[in-house]
T-cell receptor, first 118, second 108 residues
Framework: GAGVSQSPRYKVAKRGQDVALRCDPI?????LFWYQQALGQGPEFLTY????????KSGLPSDRFFAERPEGSVSTLKIQRTQQEDSAVYLC????????????????FGEGSWLTVV | SQQGEEDPQALSIQEGENATMNCSYK?????LQWYRQNSGRGLVHLIL?????REKHSGRLRVTLDTSKKSSSLLITASRAADTASYFC????????FGQGTILTVHP
């Protein structure tokens, strides 16, 4: 497809369960971002990949959160031992170039994965 | 948090009126971007303004940027009911940092 694709779109997990969220960025896009958006809030940065390298993971809220992009395309965000406060929309985004040092790169977002932890 | 601030938090107008949303940020930026989000949907990119630009237009959208005041505004002219959505500004410096958003309601 032409856009960023995320799956699953909706996930209900029992507290303590592990979940994996997948992101297919736009083909050829170097940069990939994960954001977390709580209800009624703006998206909060989680992590950033440049190709397969995870250059910034400063936004990951705890060591239960792990992201990977092993071949520089598809990325997976894994949340271990989910807790209720993990309930949010997880947004993936990609960009053709890099943000730092390049002033004109548009970032394209997927529709998000809605996670509800019960 | 490095999130910027947006005001107003909510804006309710009649169709045909103009809507203005403001955004402030705290860090240096490469560019500033405005996004729209319909309820339950992903973010749609509207417009990007570079740090060396002061004003940019796209259709009914007009964005201004004042780097000395670390602020930006988004003007939607001749609003339509279909413009009802949340609008977010996001400033870019290594990563994209979002504001809290403005909820715009346009009444037909």
């Amino acid at each position: 497809g032409a856009g960023v694709s995320q799956s699953p779109r909706y996930k209900v997990a029992k507290r303590g369960q592990d979940v994996a969220l997948r992101c297919d960025p736009i083909s050829g896009h170097v940069s990939l971002f994960w954001y977390q958006q709580a209800l009624g809030q703006g998206p909060e940065f989680l992590t950033y990949f440049q190709n397969e390298a995870q250059l910034d993971k400063s936004g990951l809220p705890s060591d239960r959160f792990f992201a990977e992009r092993p071949e520089g395309s598809v990325s997976t965000l894994k949340i271990q031992r989910t807790q209720q406060e993990d309930s949010a929309v997880y947004l993936c985004a990609s960009s053709l170039g890099f943000l730092k040092g390049a002033s004109g790169n548009t970032i394209y977002f997927g529709e998000g994965s809605w996670l509800t932890v019960v | 948090s490095q999130q910027g601030e947006e005001d107003p938090q909510a804006l309710s107008i009649q169709e045909g009126e103009n809507a203005t949303m403001n955004c402030s940020y705290k860090t240096s930026i490469n560019n500033l971007q405005w996004y729209r989000q319909n309820s339950g949907r992903g973010l749609v990119h509207l417009i990007l303004i570079r740090s060396n630009e002061r004003e940019k237009h796209s259709g009914r959208l007009r964005v201004t940027l004042d780097t000395s005041k670390k602020s930006s505004s988004l003007l939607i002219t001749a609003s339509r009911a279909a413009d009802t959505a949340s609008y977010f500004c996001a400033h870019a410096w290594g990563k994209l940092t979002f504001g809290q958003g403005t909820i715009l309601t346009v009444h037909p």
